[in-house]
């Protein structure tokens, strides 16, 4: 008679998950982010003259954005395929930093074309990074 081999079971990193605790690291660079980010944005919007209460809630409401965006795209990033990965890397540099040059009153096609460049240097980038260390 004969039998068939029993399935393996789910051996891995994987096979008996339990949730990631936060390292110090995985909060500390998101807020460090959004508090250089908020009071860049702040001095830019300032130009020269004296700080306002609406230059303090853009720098405040801005970095919090980014900070809080950051921290759930280093929280997720593990899940992700690495070209969905560098995608997300680069879409956040690129709405970073075109929201950035768009508080110099340059223009939005010149912001966004900046946005666009540094978006899809920090995509090649980072999928080279994550392509070249895939296990």
């Known amino acids: 008679m004969v039998t068939h081999a029993a399935m393996p079971g789910r051996k891995g990193a994987r096979a008996h998950a339990r949730p990631r605790s936060l390292t110090p690291l995985a909060v500390a660079l998101p ?21 306002t209460g609406g230059q303090v809630v853009l720098g405040l409401v801005s970095g919090a954005a980014l900070a809080a965006l950051c921290f759930a795209l280093g929280r997720i990033q593990r899940s992700l395929p690495h070209g969905l990965r560098a995608v997300a890397y680069g879409a956040l540099t690129a709405c970073a930093i075109g929201f950035l040059v768009s508080l110099t009153d340059t223009g939005v ?10 978006g899809v240097g920090v995509f090649l980038t980072t999928f080279y990074f994550f392509y070249s260390r895939e296990r």
């Not at 096609?109 to 540094?118: H, I, K």
């Open 109 to 118: 096609v010149r912001s966004t074309v900046l946005g666009l460049v540094v």
């Open 31 to 51: 807020l460090a982010l959004g508090i250089i980010y908020g009071f860049y944005a702040a001095f830019i919007r300032r130009d020269g003259g004296p700080s």
